[in-house]
């Protein structure tokens, strides 16, 4: 089903009600035509199966609107509006022409936040085209990633000197850690913006996890012990990581609904089954909620090493010793127990493994 029902909301959304002027008068009832006409035509198309996307020309409407009527309630509602229509067509340009609005009259607003995914999204567009959204071209994406994130950064540091509300703030740190974070950009600056979240935004909705983030980033970095655990196998065996010591060890976490962990098995197979007679082994803990689902997904894929689970999901013990917060997600042990490696995948796999074994 296409996606409009947020901005269908927004549309239908009341506009606040004070004793009118003539022309705040004259601005509720445009807008009250506009999304009664943007909000049947959305509707029309997202039943029909029509080919012509609409949203970008309901975008300009929404956007000549807050133009036409700076300073309401309906200006501000509109911004965000179209800037929803931009994001789910991937119009760049648009997208950012009502970034640079929002940034000017939204910025106070509570709804301002939640486009900071989208301001994300459209800068990876931006820098590798419509297809790196659906790419497995892990090379690309990466390349795309490294070209947008300037960008993004410099976005987001606006948004904070905008804004004066704390949970924007928190928001917009806490997306400029995720930024810093992948692909370990910068694993300080990362740091940096995790520890305002949970340390100047405590009672924000993003403070749990970035403390979470700042755990792993301090304890969890290369070099340091990795935090031992025991389980039990999806065969009901029990299992020690500490009976592992003077192996190197991937810990990876995975899922058998997680799509991207479905895609590293083959390479998680080759490592194992050219480096495992020279002390090499992986141990899976697996985040499924349904064990069976885990049990059939290992059958079917010939996986030959332990997988351990707990039933719990993301939830799962391990792998908040981890500060497991998405998968696929690995660690990569030497023989002394140590963090040699995190986050590993495709045919970074097997030169990481090569490079444990020989020190």
């Keep these: 089903m296409r996606c409009v029902a947020v901005v269908l909301l927004l ?11 003539p022309d705040r008068e004259a601005a509720t009832a445009a807008y009250a035509d506009l999304r009664e006409r943007a909000r049947a035509d959305l ?15 309901w975008a300009e409407e929404l956007m000549a609107f807050a133009v036409t009527w700076p300073e309401t309630p309906e200006s501000v509602e509109a911004i965000i509006a179209s800037m929803d229509l931009y994001a789910e067509s991937r119009e760049v340009q648009g997208f950012f022409r009502a970034w640079e609005l929002a940034l000017v009259h939204c910025a106070d607003e509570p709804a301002f936040r939640y486009t900071f995914e989208k301001l994300v999204l459209m800068r990876m567009v931006e820098a ?6 659906i790419s497995l071209d892990d090379k690309a994406r990466e390349r795309a990633w490294r070209t947008a994130a300037p960008r993004i950064v410099e976005d987001l540091r606006r948004a904070i000197d905008a804004t004066k509300l704390d949970e924007t703030r928190a928001a917009a740190h806490y997306t400029l850690g995720r930024t810093w974070y992948e692909l370990g950009l910068n694993r300080g600056k990362a740091l940096e913006s995790f520890q305002i979240v949970a340390s100047e935004h405590p009672a924000s909705q993003h403070a749990s996890s970035a403390a979470m983030y700042v755990r792993e980033l301090q304890d969890l970095a290369i070099g340091r012990d990795a935090p031992t655990f025991e389980g039990t196998t999806l065969d009901g065996k029990p ?4 009976s592992y010591q003077g192996k190197v060890v991937l810990v990876d976490f995975w899922a058998s609904w997680c799509e991207p962990c479905v895609d590293q098995v083959k390479d998680l197979q080759r490592a194992w089954k050219r480096y495992h007679s020279r002390g090499f082994e992986i141990i899976g803990v697996s985040l499924d909620d349904d064990l069976e689902a885990a049990r059939q997904f290992v059958t079917d894929n010939q996986v030959r090493w332990p997988n351990v689970a707990s039933g719990q999901g993301m939830l799962d013990p391990v792998a908040e010793q981890y500060s497991v917060q998405s998968i ?13 490696a995190r986050g590993l995948k495709g045919d970074d796999i097997g030169p990481g493994v090569a490079r444990a074994l020989a020190r």
């Design 128 to 133: 590798g085209g419509l297809s790196i959204l």
């Design 239 to 242: 299992l020690a990581l500490a």
């Design 11 to 21: 549309l239908t959304a009341a506009c606040a009600a004070e004793a009118p002027a």
């Design 328 to 340: 696929p997600t690995s660690y990569l042990l030497g023989r002394d127990g140590k963090i040699l």
């Design 43 to 57: 509707q029309s198309w997202q039943s029909s199966g029509a080919v012509a996307d609409p949203r970008p020309k």
